[in-house]
């Protein structure tokens, strides 16, 4: 996968176009005039044209009936169906030339949306806010979804140029410098990519090249067929796209489990070994992490850097979910299934990783989900008490801030921020921050009035209860009431939620990074009474403890007490105050 087989190059005196269309009898490139593209084998039209230069716009021309932009375009100045702009990626001068990344162990992930992280909501914009991420702990900043969408605003996971990233938030250098600057703070960048489906607007794929899908269905679209070379090539080679291009540190791959491929996901291998070659190639630390519902651990490994066909991490939605159910005490949906003792669920995840690990789900029809995890290391696991989904697809779009005592949020972060897993935060949540994260997108005509009536029929509920409250998710007021207020960290009680969160974050720096490498899986048990303990076997040989008092009421401390020297939370009296949580660590 070294060349780019798809989109425009440019070459010594022009650039060259390439368009996979195996259902079109003639493709036309519409620059200065249309020019006739030579077909070739496997239904690939090229053309080399000379005199173009970087900052051209083109179009294809099928069968003289419909023009369409590049699949592959490296930019969409004028949205999806717009036409496509010529970039030049080695005009880029990077400030950051020697940043080679930074080791798994090392993570602190902080989950951003770029239209909504600042009022601005560009990619320059973003610059501000990185010595303030830098400043909290946090090492990887991660961004959700870029490919280019219908509209100016959108969650990301409508992309249907997976090449493009979307103009609504700036220009290719300007993403670049983003990453640059990040790189040149010390942080690493990651970037949330789909390959389960493409977006409902904007996707002319199916007229000319129908091959890229199957009849299945995904539940948002069409299934992508992965077992054609072409299409294969193309999402590998985004993935490439990225890292090379961008120079991002890493990829998040979007809900794995509903990309189907008969014969098993051999696409995530290849795409796996192909990031695993670049990372060798160039000497940097490239990670990718998986979304996958079927908690599959087999696709996991962290004893190998990189691990080529497989994946550094999952985000363990058990671990969220075990933690909401706990908090808020909802049911509802897929939270039923974590209803029974979620404080135990909580245990089991910090003992060896995902709550399911076989067991029937209910939410699933009562089929097993899952495969076993305590083998692997708590470093294949990224842990979180909230991200975008886990808002956004709730009715309000309400923060855990707005509907659970803060005293039990701060001993949740307390045992999730200094835990062997990766953390993550999602936007704002380092100072508490109460701004709601709906859905939004913008769409028009029939598609947004589906999407309106999709989302009453989701929650028909929160309709009845709630009213004309329920955001619109298409009104711009919505997406504009996501913004996280910055100015709410600064004064109280942000300051004081923020100091806990750099305070968490400096002490795993200190006492639990070093140890990381190597780290294993121990023991893990809750009771009745919301007493939690945990220990795990430390990559240098020491153990790790914790003890929490995860309730309202005072719990004696005798059958938690441990040996050790405290790292957070002091020394254990007699009774454990309520929502408190302690961490030690004994020499080996």
Same mark, same amino acid.
């Given at each position: 996968?070294? %060349? ?20 079109? =009898? ?12 030579? /077909? ?12 173009? =230069? ?40 990077? *400030? ?101 489906? +493409? ?61 189907? %491929? ?10 796996? *070994? ?37 994946? *550094? ?42 709550? +399911? ?15 076993? @995890? ?31 005592? @803060? ?47 999709? /989302? ?45 969160? /750099? ?31 945990? @220990? ?53």
């Amino acid at each position: 996968m070294n %060349e780019q087989p798809f989109g425009a190059r440019l070459t010594a005196d022009g650039a060259s176009f390439r368009l996979w269309a195996p259902a079109a =009898k003639r493709v036309d490139l519409l620059l200065d005039r249309p020019h006739a593209l030579q /077909r070739g084998d496997d239904g690939w039209y090229s053309a080399d044209i000379a005199g173009v =230069k970087a900052g051209a716009h083109y179009k294809f021309r099928i069968d003289s009936e419909i023009d369409v932009p590049d699949p592959a375009s490296a930019f969409q100045p004028e949205d999806v169906s717009g036409p496509s702009e010529v970039i030049d990626h080695s005009t880029y001068q990077w *400030r950051a030339s020697c940043w080679r990344g930074r080791p798994w162990q090392e993570t602190v992930l902080l989950e951003s949306h770029v239209g909504a992280f600042t009022q601005q909501g560009t990619y320059r914009a973003m610059i501000e806010k990185l010595d303030h991420l830098a400043a909290t702990g946090v090492t990887a900043l991660e961004l959700m979804p870029l490919a280019d969408f219908a509209g100016s605003r959108n969650w990301g996971y409508d992309g249907v140029l997976w090449y493009a990233p979307d103009s609504a938030y700036g220009r290719p250098d300007d993403l670049k410098t983003l990453i640059d600057e990040a790189h040149l703070r010390g942080l690493m960048v990651f970037l949330d990519v789909v390959y389960n489906h +493409f977006g409902p607007e904007g996707n002319y794929l199916g007229r000319y090249a129908p091959a890229f899908f199957t009849q299945a269905q995904t539940p948002w679209g069409n299934v992508i067929d992965y077992r054609v070379p072409q299409v294969r090539a193309f999402a590998i080679g985004n993935a490439l796209y990225w890292l090379r291009q961008y120079r991002f540190d890493g990829l998040r791959l979007d809900a794995v489990n509903t990309i189907a %491929e008969p014969g098993g996901l051999s696409l995530l291998h290849d795409l796996s *070994r192909a990031a695993g070659e670049l990372a060798a190639a160039t000497g940097r630390h490239i990670h990718l992490v998986v979304e996958n519902g079927d908690n599959r651990a087999s696709l996991l490994e962290t004893g190998q850097d990189p691990p080529r066909g497989k994946y *550094r991490a999952q985000w363990n939605d058990d671990y969220h979910h075990a933690w909401h159910v706990f908090l808020t005490g909802e049911r509802q949906g897929y939270y039923g299934d974590y209803t029974t003792s979620p404080l135990r669920d909580i245990a089991r995840a910090l003992g060896s990783g995902f709550v +399911f690990q076989g067991e029937d789900f209910a939410f699933l029809g009562g089929r097993p989900r899952g495969e076993s @995890s305590g083998t692997l290391s708590p470093t294949a696991f990224v842990n979180f008490l909230q991200n975008h989904d886990q808002i956004g697809n709730r009715a309000l779009g309400d923060r855990l801030e707005s509907i659970v005592d @803060s005293r039990a949020i701060e001993a949740a972060l307390a045992v999730t921020l200094l835990a062997p897993s990766i953390p993550m935060l999602f936007m704002g949540e380092e100072w508490g921050s109460k701004t709601p994260f709906p859905f939004f997108c913008d769409f028009k005509g029939d598609l947004a009035e589906a999407v309106r009536k999709g /989302r009453r029929r989701e929650y028909d509920w929160a309709y009845a209860t709630y009213g004309d409250e329920v955001p619109d998710p298409l009104q711009q007021s919505t997406f504009q009431s996501a913004v996280p207020d910055w100015q709410a960290c600064n004064e109280e009680p942000g300051q004081t939620r923020l100091a806990l969160v /750099r305070n968490l974050l400096a002490t795993r720096r200190r006492e639990i990074v070093p140890r990381l490498a190597g780290t294993a899986f121990g023991e893990a048990h809750a009771a009745d009474n919301g007493l939690l303990t945990a @220990s795990w076997r430390m990559g240098d040989g020491a153990t790790l403890h914790l003890l929490a008092n995860l309730s309202p009421g005072g719990i004696a401390s005798q059958q938690g007490k441990t040996a050790g020297t405290p790292i957070w939370g002091g020394e254990i009296g007699d009774v454990l105050p309520p929502w408190s949580v302690f961490w030690r660590v004994a020499a080996g």
